[in-house]
Nanobody
Framework: QVQLVESGGGSVQPGGSLRLSCAAS????????MGWFRQAPGKEREFVAT????????HVADSVKGRFIISRDNAKSMVYLQMNNLKPEDTAVYYC?????????????????WGQGTRVTVSS
């Protein structure tokens, strides 16, 4: 069983940056593809970014491409989401997710493990 705990959320002005972290415990971390999803008030949960087990392949949603970067440190069992040039529409609860697969996964149904979420608010 894998446990995921997110941190790093907060309030920031438009154009600012935040780095979200997700600490994983249990299981062999490098065997898991990881993802970040977000859910804004009144909206469905949506895909943000995913990274495969070795960290060599990543994929981000078009809405955040060029602004968000996903990375991982397998030695520390951590996955990160660097968010730059934040916009008010990025306001949401961000969730870290994991799955025991070898590829990149953009569908929430592909993930077995979820964190509790961390809130990000972008407002002036």
């Amino acid at each position: 069983q894998v446990q995921l705990v997110e941190s790093g959320g907060g309030s920031v002005q438009p154009g600012g940056s935040l780095r979200l972290s997700c600490a994983a415990s249990g299981g062999t971390f490098s065997a898991y593809a990881m993802g970040w999803f977000r859910q804004a008030p009144g909206k469905e949960r949506e895909f943000v970014a995913t990274i495969e087990g070795s960290g060599g392949l990543t994929h981000v949603a078009d809405s955040v491409k060029g602004r968000f970067i996903i990375s991982r440190d397998n030695a520390k069992s951590m996955v990160y989401l660097q968010m730059n040039n934040l916009k008010p529409e990025d306001t949401a609860v961000y969730y870290c997710a994991g799955t025991s697969g070898r590829f990149l996964y953009a569908q929430s149904a592909s993930y077995n493990y979820w964190g509790q979420g961390t809130r990000v608010t972008v407002s002036s």
